[in-house]
């Protein structure tokens, strides 16, 4: 908290028996560690050139408050993780797998929470997959929700990714805005459907997604610094690291004045503005000195 150290203390629960003959060692009996998060039982054993450790717990999110203070109000669920440790001390082989159980996230200052349900994620030395992610935004005043969707994975070199395939589909929340972006939005609500995927090789993805609004349950936004609603009804946006382009975007502005169409492009480079060409069409505009 407030850039403090917080020490993380890991004591041993039950007796550790290690048998060693010659470069062998083997832990007699699995010994459970507490730590600052729940306990994890450690098994196995080898040599230094070929390791055969067995590595498995629970781990509630709700004792890691105290680390997260300063980002969190709340914190809660269950992460059950399992990893087997191979290879040699100087070319560890890692393989393992974390499954997401009703975790809840309540950010410093917000009214909603984030919550993944379920999920499931694995890894080795060479992969990382993503299974039955869901993303859910919740706001406790009102009936206001969505969900979005993770799946896909990344190939790795040695935890370094190389090429990546995840896609992200469902509802973006303007809840969710408030949650990842409070520095660019002072207020957000409604929804819209938002489709990412991110693909290509390299240590960051290609980006390629689309935003469509709805007015049925429209996004409204008000960016910090502009001081007006904004709120979009019609249209869509499609967008990558280097391009966002507005398709016939309709809305609102300060809900007085009517937005009839905003088309154009805008080209970013290292995901700043470089060069804006938009046609924008509005109708009775507030002016206010």
């Known amino acids: 908290a407030r850039g403090r150290p917080a020490p993380i203390r890991l004591r041993t629960r039950t007796p550790l028996k290690v048998a060693v003959v010659g470069e062998r060692f083997q832990i007699e009996e699995k010994v ?137 589909d469902g509802q973006l929340a303007g809840k969710m805005l408030l949650v990842f972006a409070p520095e660019a939005f002072s207020a957000a609500s409604g929804i819209a459907d938002l489709s990412i995927a991110l693909l290509g090789t390299g240590t960051t993805p290609d980006i390629d997604g689309r935003i469509e609004f709805d007015d049925e349950n429209p996004l409204t936004l008000v960016p910090r610094g502009l001081r007006r609603e904004l709120t979009m009804t019609q249209g869509a946006l499609t967008f990558t690291e280097q391009l966002i382009e507005f398709e016939q975007v309709r809305g609102w502005f300060d809900d007085e004045g009517r937005i009839t169409d905003v088309t154009g492009e805008v080209e970013l480079r290292d995901l700043r503005p470089t060069e804006i060409d938009i046609s924008v069409s509005a109708r009775n505009v507030p002016f206010r000195v």
């Not at 990893?83 to 393992?96: F, N, Q, W, Y």
């Not at 499931?120 to 706001?139: A, C, P, R, Y």
């Open 32 to 168: 459970v560690v507490e730590g600052p998060a729940g306990d994890f039982s450690l098994g196995g054993g080898g040599t230094l050139a070929a390791l055969n450790l067995d590595v498995e717990g629970a781990v509630s999110v709700q004792l890691l408050e105290p680390y997260f203070r300063s980002k969190f109000e709340e914190l809660d669920g269950e992460l059950t993780a399992k990893a087997k440790l191979g290879g040699s001390l100087s070319e560890p082989r890692l393989t393992g797998s974390v499954i997401l159980r009703d975790i809840a996230i309540k950010p410093v200052g917000q009214d909603a929470s984030v919550k993944v349900p379920t999920g499931k994620i694995e890894f080795t030395n060479d992969q990382l997959s993503i299974t039955g992610v869901s993303l859910v935004v919740e706001d406790e005043f009102s009936s206001e929700s969505a969900e979005l969707t993770i799946g896909g994975g990344v190939k790795l070199a040695d935890f370094e990714p190389r090429l990546w395939a995840v896609q992200i």
